[in-house]
């Protein structure tokens, strides 16, 4: 006979968040509330002949935590095992947990961690691994070169610092990563395979990783002289994204575990879906299938028990590209709602740039933010709508500046090349 398994309800207890608008909760709230755009002219990206010149880059030379980057010994690692320790250390502490001062505490086999990354330490391994992997120059390599170049490292690093025993692994899903990683998170939570998970996803800097979107013509490349505005989701100026860096990690946990200690409890996630298209049906490597991303989104407000008319904000994937038209006309047939009837929408993007293999996880915390506060921020950089998605959504729908909105519920889309979805609902508690 099958064993039946009660699902424990999923709740978020902590954030913690590095990205090009604040390192840091408070720094991230304020700019994101305040429309203020993190993206910058990269002198590098001119000087290695990127037609793209724009990226969206972290400064996490003020944060409080960053002395633990020494204590470590992290201070040359990747810059994705950075952000992530970062952002893990202070989704830990909001959640209302002690940092270890050493690592003689005991293994917490109740707790566990899965940080991903689209790209990897690639920063670290064209900076460092690979110039120096020659018998004369290897010497300049340490023994620590493996622990902290290999993908997992983020995941393992959290895991001695904090001393966690639950599942410790690495995932990767193009732009989808950070959401999947969440949702297979909260998913071990809700099966009473662990009580507690730290979940996200990170991103380094590095022109290695983002030459290859360049060579694809996908980047904008036509705003280098004006870089605040070069990212704009839904609007006929959208012409390609642009690449960001950071780290966004949750501490999610049992409701019953997180009301046992009185936790702090900044939202649930009341409902998630991951699928591919399979690469039929319009769905390509760098396209989503509209089949699969409407029954992503229908799944996901199934699995929370709600009806498409909850749904009262949309936190968009939408990355300014030719894409955002798709995903609106795959967003209205999913919920079955167009024009007044269609939920607030916004993209993080427009401030952050596509933190790829992190954006999923940063632009969660932003929806999250936008629960607690019960507040929309703005679209910036939207206006005016591509006249494809004007004739699906009113510019309402569009908000040109934050305002005050009652959030039940949102929906939190992730869409990755090879035709990979993740979706969410992420409810008030």
Not at 161 to 174: D, K, R, T
């Amino acid at each position: 006979m099958k064993k039946q398994i009660n699902k424990q309800r999923v709740v978020v207890t902590g954030v913690g968040v590095v990205s090009p608008i604040g390192t840091g909760v408070d720094e991230f709230s304020r700019n994101l509330f305040d429309a203020f755009c993190g993206l910058t002219h990269q002198p590098i990206m001119e000087e290695t002949g990127f037609a793209c010149q724009v990226a969206g880059i972290p400064d996490i030379s003020n944060s409080h935590l960053l002395p633990y980057i020494d204590d470590y010994g992290l201070k040359n690692s990747s810059l994705l095992l950075q952000y992530s320790i970062l952002a893990g250390l202070e989704a830990w502490k909001s959640a209302g947990f002690k940092i270890p001062e050493n690592h003689n505490n005991d293994a917490d086999y109740d707790t566990g961690c899965i940080i991903g990354s689209g790209i990897g330490p690639l920063d670290l391994i064209s900076e460092k691994l690979v110039p120096n992997t020659d018998p004369k120059r290897k010497r300049k390599l340490r023994s620590t070169i493996v622990e902290q170049s290999m993908p997992n490292a983020p995941s393992a690093h959290l895991s001695m610092a904090l001393g966690l025993g639950n599942q410790i692994s690495f995932n990767s899903s193009a732009c989808a990563t950070a959401s999947e990683a969440i949702i297979t998170a909260a998913e071990r939570i809700a099966n009473g395979k662990a009580k507690r998970m730290l979940a996200g996803g990170a991103e380094s800097v590095s022109t290695h990783g983002w030459i290859g979107f360049d060579i694809m013509r996908v980047l904008n490349r036509s705003m280098n002289e004006t870089p605040k505005k070069a990212s704009c989701p839904l609007s006929e100026n959208a012409a390609g994204f642009i690449p960001g860096a950071g780290a966004g990690i949750l501490l999610l946990e049992s409701l019953d575990s997180a009301l046992d200690r009185n936790a702090p409890i900044l939202a649930e996630i009341s409902g998630t879906h991951i699928n591919s298209g399979g690469l039929r049906n319009g769905g390509t490597m760098t396209a989503p299938s509209s089949e699969a991303v409407i029954k992503c989104v229908q799944e996901s407000i199934k699995d929370a028990e709600i009806k498409a008319s909850d749904i009262d904000y949309i936190n968009g994937h939408l990355s300014s590209t030719m894409a955002d038209v798709l995903e609106i006309q795959n967003l209205s047939k999913a919920l079955a709602r167009t024009k007044d009837n269609f939920p607030l929408i916004n993209s993080l993007k427009a401030q952050t740039g596509h933190c790829i293999g992190a954006g999923g996880a940063i632009e969660t915390i932003a929806a999250i933010m936008q629960i607690q506060t019960q507040k929309v921020a703005a679209s910036i950089n939207s206006k005016p709508l591509h006249p494809e998605i004007a004739k699906i959504i009113d510019e309402k729908s569009v908000p040109d500046n934050a305002i005050n909105h009652q959030i039940k519920h949102v929906l939190k889309t992730s869409f990755g090349f090879g035709d990979v979805n993740a979706c969410m609902i992420l409810s008030k508690y």
